[in-house]
């Protein structure tokens, strides 16, 4: 049989006994990779690895992270319009995006302040996304979560 090495190089033509022996010492299995050629061709690996990524790519699926954005109650037009770019930018890379508010002292006496500035922000926010938690005080701090559109 052909033997392929762990890291795709050639091994050789080998006896089957041979690559028992070379996948055991390298810790690894030995896997029939083309059972109709001519010699059969056998590569070393890391079967239960080789199996978890065939599973993933079989999902295809991609992870979706949460990135955090802080902001502040007394944020400024521009400040917003960067935190915004920001958001932007992570919906369009299928991430979803928390928004914090964090309120120090006496802020806290007037969360309609922060409510207004996450009126603005979603405003500002154009383009397919989708609240998938409205901003809602919790403890000193608002929060908000948005998520890309599923129609993608």
């Known amino acids: 049989m052909r033997?392929?090495?762990?890291?795709?190089?050639?091994?050789?033509?080998?006896t089957i006994q041979e690559a028992l022996r070379i996948s055991r010492e390298k810790g690894f299995d030995l896997?029939?990779?083309?059972?109709?050629?001519?010699?059969?061709?056998c590569r070393v690996m890391?079967?239960?690895?080789?199996?978890?990524?065939?599973?993933?790519?079989?999902t295809g699926r991609k992870?979706?992270?949460?990135?955090?954005?802080k902001?502040?109650?007394?944020?400024?037009?521009?400040?917003?319009?960067?935190?915004?770019?920001?958001?932007r930018k992570f919906l369009d890379e299928g991430d979803k995006a928390k928004v914090i508010m964090y309120f120090r002292g006496r802020e806290i006496v007037r969360p309609e302040i922060g409510m207004r500035v996450f009126g603005k922000l979603t405003e500002m926010l154009t383009g397919k996304f989708t609240v998938e938690q409205h901003p809602?005080?919790?403890?000193?701090?608002?929060?908000?979560?948005?998520?890309?559109?599923?129609?993608?």
Do not use: C
């Not at 809602?136 to 993608?152: C, D, F, Q, W, Y």
């Open 136 to 152: 809602r005080l919790e403890g000193n701090h608002i929060t908000m979560v948005v998520a890309p559109s599923s129609s993608k």
């Open 3 to 14: 033997l392929i090495g762990e890291e795709g190089e050639q091994l050789g033509i080998v």
């Open 71 to 87: 902001l502040r109650p007394q944020i400024s037009e521009h400040d917003l319009q960067l935190k915004v770019k920001n958001i």
């Open 31 to 41: 896997v029939e990779v083309a059972p109709n050629a001519a010699p059969p061709v």
């Open 63 to 69: 992870t979706i992270d949460v990135k955090e954005v």
């Open 46 to 58: 890391d079967f239960g690895k080789y199996k978890y990524q065939m599973s993933k790519k079989q």
